[in-house]
Protein backbone atom coordinates (compact mmCIF):
# COMPACT_ATOMS: atom_id res chain seq x y z
CA UNK A 1 0.00 0.00 0.00
CA UNK A 2 1.49 3.43 -1.14
CA UNK A 3 2.22 5.74 2.22
CA UNK A 4 -0.59 8.24 2.81
CA UNK A 5 2.07 10.49 3.84
CA UNK A 6 0.46 13.84 6.10
CA UNK A 7 2.00 16.91 7.43
CA UNK A 8 1.38 18.42 11.21
CA UNK A 9 -0.02 21.76 10.57
CA UNK A 10 0.51 23.44 14.09
CA UNK A 11 -1.98 25.32 16.14
CA UNK A 12 -1.71 29.34 14.66
CA UNK A 13 -3.99 32.34 13.59
CA UNK A 14 -4.93 32.58 10.03
CA UNK A 15 -5.13 36.06 9.10
CA UNK A 16 -8.33 36.22 6.42
CA UNK A 17 -7.33 37.88 3.65
CA UNK A 18 -9.32 39.20 0.57
CA UNK A 19 -8.25 39.48 -2.96
CA UNK A 20 -6.49 42.61 -2.53
CA UNK A 21 -4.32 41.53 0.46
CA UNK A 22 -6.18 43.23 2.94
CA UNK A 23 -6.49 41.75 5.84
CA UNK A 24 -10.19 40.42 7.13
CA UNK A 25 -10.23 39.20 10.76
CA UNK A 26 -7.78 36.61 12.39
CA UNK A 27 -9.10 32.93 12.83
CA UNK A 28 -7.41 30.62 15.52
CA UNK A 29 -6.58 27.67 14.29
CA UNK A 30 -6.78 24.48 15.66
CA UNK A 31 -3.41 21.31 14.77
CA UNK A 32 -4.79 19.22 12.13
CA UNK A 33 -2.55 17.26 9.71
CA UNK A 34 -2.59 17.41 5.78
CA UNK A 35 -1.09 15.49 3.01
CA UNK A 36 2.32 16.04 2.04
CA UNK A 37 0.94 15.26 -1.41
CA UNK A 38 -2.49 15.75 -3.65
CA UNK A 39 -3.64 12.04 -3.60
CA UNK A 40 -2.13 10.44 -6.56
CA UNK A 41 -3.61 7.75 -9.37
CA UNK A 42 -1.63 5.73 -7.09
CA UNK A 43 -3.20 5.95 -4.85
CA UNK A 44 -6.81 5.67 -5.85
CA UNK A 45 -5.67 2.76 -7.82
CA UNK A 46 -4.72 1.04 -4.20
CA UNK A 47 -7.68 2.10 -3.01
CA UNK A 48 -10.83 1.59 -5.24
CA UNK A 49 -8.95 -0.39 -8.33
CA UNK A 50 -8.76 2.63 -10.93
CA UNK A 51 -6.02 2.28 -12.42
CA UNK A 52 -4.41 5.40 -14.28
CA UNK A 53 -1.60 6.13 -16.86
CA UNK A 54 0.49 8.27 -14.79
CA UNK A 55 1.17 6.86 -10.98
CA UNK A 56 2.41 10.15 -9.67
CA UNK A 57 0.70 12.35 -11.26
CA UNK A 58 -2.39 14.17 -8.95
CA UNK A 59 -5.28 11.92 -9.53
CA UNK A 60 -8.13 13.84 -11.05
CA UNK A 61 -12.10 13.86 -12.76
CA UNK A 62 -12.70 13.45 -9.20
CA UNK A 63 -16.25 14.50 -8.07
CA UNK A 64 -16.63 16.26 -4.61
CA UNK A 65 -18.71 12.89 -3.68
CA UNK A 66 -16.39 10.58 -5.43
CA UNK A 67 -14.13 12.76 -3.00
CA UNK A 68 -15.51 12.11 0.26
CA UNK A 69 -16.06 8.15 -0.78
CA UNK A 70 -11.99 8.27 -1.48
CA UNK A 71 -11.71 9.50 2.44
CA UNK A 72 -13.67 6.90 3.59
CA UNK A 73 -12.00 3.97 1.32
CA UNK A 74 -8.24 5.22 2.94
CA UNK A 75 -9.87 5.25 6.59
CA UNK A 76 -11.01 1.67 6.11
CA UNK A 77 -8.18 0.68 4.65
CA UNK A 78 -5.96 1.82 7.38
CA UNK A 79 -8.29 0.57 10.00
CA UNK A 80 -9.32 4.07 10.97
CA UNK A 81 -13.64 5.32 11.46
CA UNK A 82 -14.68 6.41 8.59
CA UNK A 83 -15.63 10.26 8.66
CA UNK A 84 -18.67 10.76 6.35
CA UNK A 85 -21.68 9.41 6.01
CA UNK A 86 -24.76 9.30 3.98
CA UNK A 87 -28.11 10.36 4.06
CA UNK A 88 -29.74 10.42 0.74
CA UNK A 89 -28.36 13.40 -1.17
CA UNK A 90 -26.34 14.63 2.07
CA UNK A 91 -22.95 14.39 3.37
CA UNK A 92 -22.69 13.95 7.25
CA UNK A 93 -19.18 14.90 8.97
CA UNK A 94 -18.55 12.31 12.39
CA UNK A 95 -16.82 14.92 14.12
CA UNK A 96 -15.33 12.19 16.31
CA UNK A 97 -14.02 10.21 13.55
CA UNK A 98 -10.62 9.60 13.25
CA UNK A 99 -10.64 9.10 9.76
CA UNK A 100 -9.24 10.78 6.58
CA UNK A 101 -11.44 13.60 5.09
CA UNK A 102 -11.45 16.65 3.19
CA UNK A 103 -9.92 19.68 4.21
CA UNK A 104 -12.06 22.75 5.14
CA UNK A 105 -11.18 25.77 3.54
CA UNK A 106 -9.90 27.42 6.17
CA UNK A 107 -7.65 24.68 7.06
CA UNK A 108 -6.20 24.57 3.16
CA UNK A 109 -5.28 27.94 2.91
CA UNK A 110 -3.62 27.74 6.79
CA UNK A 111 -1.47 25.03 5.43
CA UNK A 112 -0.88 26.46 2.14
CA UNK A 113 0.01 29.71 3.22
CA UNK A 114 2.59 28.20 6.22
CA UNK A 115 2.92 31.40 8.05
CA UNK A 116 3.44 33.47 4.81
CA UNK A 117 1.44 36.80 4.59
CA UNK A 118 1.86 36.85 0.83
CA UNK A 119 -0.56 34.83 -1.96
CA UNK A 120 2.15 32.65 -2.87
CA UNK A 121 4.78 30.86 -0.45
CA UNK A 122 7.76 31.27 -2.47
CA UNK A 123 8.82 32.88 -6.10
CA UNK A 124 5.75 30.87 -8.40
CA UNK A 125 7.76 29.57 -11.18
CA UNK A 126 9.87 27.32 -8.15
CA UNK A 127 6.87 26.54 -6.48
CA UNK A 128 3.79 25.72 -8.58
CA UNK A 129 3.14 24.49 -12.04
CA UNK A 130 0.92 27.09 -13.95
CA UNK A 131 0.75 28.44 -17.46
CA UNK A 132 4.18 30.53 -17.14
CA UNK A 133 5.31 26.10 -17.26
CA UNK A 134 3.66 25.73 -20.33
CA UNK A 135 2.30 22.18 -19.92
CA UNK A 136 -0.84 20.77 -21.01
CA UNK A 137 -1.58 18.50 -18.25
CA UNK A 138 -0.82 17.70 -14.39
CA UNK A 139 2.71 16.89 -13.53
CA UNK A 140 3.72 14.10 -11.08
CA UNK A 141 3.88 15.52 -7.28
CA UNK A 142 6.95 16.83 -5.58
CA UNK A 143 8.57 18.30 -8.77
CA UNK A 144 8.66 21.99 -7.03
CA UNK A 145 9.68 23.48 -3.77
CA UNK A 146 7.29 22.68 -0.60
CA UNK A 147 6.50 25.18 1.74
CA UNK A 148 7.72 25.87 5.17
CA UNK A 149 5.35 23.44 6.50
CA UNK A 150 7.32 20.49 4.19
CA UNK A 151 3.87 20.31 1.71
CA UNK A 152 3.97 20.32 -1.79
CA UNK A 153 1.42 21.43 -4.94
CA UNK A 154 -0.39 23.49 -3.09
CA UNK A 155 -0.29 25.90 -5.29
CA UNK A 156 -0.99 25.07 -9.38
CA UNK A 157 -0.97 21.86 -10.69
CA UNK A 158 -4.27 20.99 -9.92
CA UNK A 159 -6.64 22.54 -7.79
CA UNK A 160 -8.61 20.98 -4.49
CA UNK A 161 -11.67 20.01 -3.63
CA UNK A 162 -12.71 21.15 -0.04
CA UNK A 163 -15.36 20.39 2.43
CA UNK A 164 -17.13 23.81 2.75
CA UNK A 165 -20.09 24.89 0.45
CA UNK A 166 -18.98 27.55 -1.94
CA UNK A 167 -21.93 29.76 -1.01
CA UNK A 168 -23.93 28.38 2.05
CA UNK A 169 -26.76 30.81 1.55
CA UNK A 170 -27.15 30.29 -2.15
CA UNK A 171 -29.22 26.81 -3.52
CA UNK A 172 -27.56 24.50 -5.21
CA UNK A 173 -24.53 22.10 -4.08
CA UNK A 174 -21.07 23.69 -5.43
CA UNK A 175 -18.06 22.90 -2.93
CA UNK A 176 -14.82 25.38 -2.64
CA UNK A 177 -11.96 24.35 -4.63
CA UNK A 178 -8.91 26.12 -4.20
CA UNK A 179 -5.11 26.32 -5.14
CA UNK A 180 -4.68 26.85 -9.26
CA UNK A 181 -4.19 24.67 -11.80
CA UNK A 182 -1.34 23.99 -14.48
CA UNK A 183 -3.24 25.52 -16.87
CA UNK A 184 -4.10 28.82 -15.21
CA UNK A 185 -2.12 32.35 -14.25
CA UNK A 186 -0.60 33.59 -11.77
CA UNK A 187 -3.90 35.13 -10.49
CA UNK A 188 -5.25 32.14 -9.51
CA UNK A 189 -2.33 30.45 -8.11
CA UNK A 190 -2.77 32.22 -5.21
CA UNK A 191 -3.24 31.15 -1.51
CA UNK A 192 -6.64 33.44 -1.33
CA UNK A 193 -8.46 32.95 -4.32
CA UNK A 194 -11.46 30.59 -3.96
CA UNK A 195 -13.64 29.11 -6.96
CA UNK A 196 -16.58 26.64 -6.57
CA UNK A 197 -17.67 23.90 -8.79
CA UNK A 198 -20.67 21.42 -8.80
CA UNK A 199 -20.90 18.78 -6.44
CA UNK A 200 -20.91 16.13 -8.57
CA UNK A 201 -18.80 17.63 -11.36
CA UNK A 202 -15.37 16.13 -12.86
CA UNK A 203 -12.65 18.56 -14.29
CA UNK A 204 -9.22 17.53 -15.54
CA UNK A 205 -7.34 19.88 -13.37
CA UNK A 206 -9.51 19.26 -10.10
CA UNK A 207 -8.20 16.54 -6.99
CA UNK A 208 -8.05 15.98 -3.75
CA UNK A 209 -5.47 16.30 -0.55
CA UNK A 210 -6.58 14.10 2.58
CA UNK A 211 -6.71 15.53 6.05
CA UNK A 212 -6.97 14.64 9.66
CA UNK A 213 -8.20 15.81 12.81
CA UNK A 214 -4.98 15.79 15.75
CA UNK A 215 -6.17 12.86 17.76
Known amino acids: MTDIELARIPAGDLIERDARGRARGVIRMSAFDIGVFPVTEELVAELIGEVGRHPRR ?3 ALSWFRAVRLCNAASEWEGLD ?3 TFEGE ?12 LPTEREWEFACRAGSPSPHYGPLPDVAWTALDGVGSPQDVG ?3 PNLFGIFDTLG ?8 PFDPDASGDARVIRGG ?3 DDAWS ?3 DIRRGAPARSTHGDVGIRFARSSS
Open 90 to 101: EVLWDLDADGFR
Open 82 to 84: PVY
Open 143 to 145: GKL
Open 58 to 60: PAT
Open 157 to 164: NVWEWCWD
Open 181 to 183: GFA
Open 189 to 191: ARA
